[in-house]
């Protein structure tokens, strides 16, 4: 399916410099005012586009404002109000889980290093780099979504399937001064361009250099 070969580890340089010039300062999609709503946004996109994410949040940030409210949150409610988004029973759960981690432990404020942010309930690796890139620039590491995961193995950068191996071959291969644009790039590039079915590879600018070009339908 995917073609793992040198020619994409013999192009890194290439298609970091184009992936940056096409998305030059990528961001989130994810609709935010400030951390909280950042962090509570990423913990609800898992395995939910950002679009659907985006349709829940504004009423549920009315009624809860902050880690504080969200803490004494009732289960029953939060997980009305976030319904439309998959596995939302276990997601309400988390939200709630996370209020109260952060308001004990942390003060009411998000902790900005990766190893104190993923002891947040419903904060995993992924999220994590997500999190620190967006609100504070900081690159500890390379976002794998289900779109990193596909373009990483289609451009023959990893034949990994599993995204912390995935992330571990691309940390090795990607200069880390590029971590930051190449993880919300790749984003976008597969949200957008390298999409899981009929990619738009006429309008790729990797097209010239990607093993999988033209070849899936």
């Not at 913990?43 to 829940?56: C, E, F, G, R, Y």
Request: with cysteine.
């Amino acid at each position: 399916m995917y073609n793992f070969s040198m020619s994409g580890l013999n192009n890194v340089d290439k298609i970091v410099k184009t992936l940056k010039k096409k998305y030059p300062s990528p961001r989130t999609e994810l609709i935010h005012e400030n951390e909280y709503q950042l962090a509570v946004a990423v913990m609800l996109s898992a395995q939910t586009t950002d679009k659907k994410v985006n349709q829940v949040t504004p009423q549920l940030f009315k009624k809860y404002p902050s880690w504080e409210s969200l803490a004494s949150a009732d289960l029953l409610d939060v997980q009305s109000l976030i319904k439309e988004v998959n596995f939302y029973k276990g997601k309400a759960e988390r939200l709630i889980q996370a209020g109260r981690v952060v308001t004990l432990n942390f003060g009411g404020v998000l902790p900005r290093n990766m190893e104190d942010l993923m002891k947040i309930p419903g904060v995993a690796r992924k999220s994590a780099n997500v999190i620190m890139q967006e609100l504070w620039g900081i690159a500890d590491g390379i976002v794998v979504d289900t779109h990193v995961k596909r373009v990483s193995n289609r451009l023959g950068l990893t034949k990994e399937q599993d995204p912390e191996k995935i992330e571990k071959d691309l940390m090795k291969i990607i200069p880390k001064r590029s971590w930051r644009n190449f993880s919300g790039a790749m984003v976008l590039h597969g949200r957008y361009i390298c999409t899981a079915k009929s990619p738009k590879c006429e309008e790729c600018p990797l097209n010239e250099i990607c093993p999988s070009a033209f070849k899936i339908n």
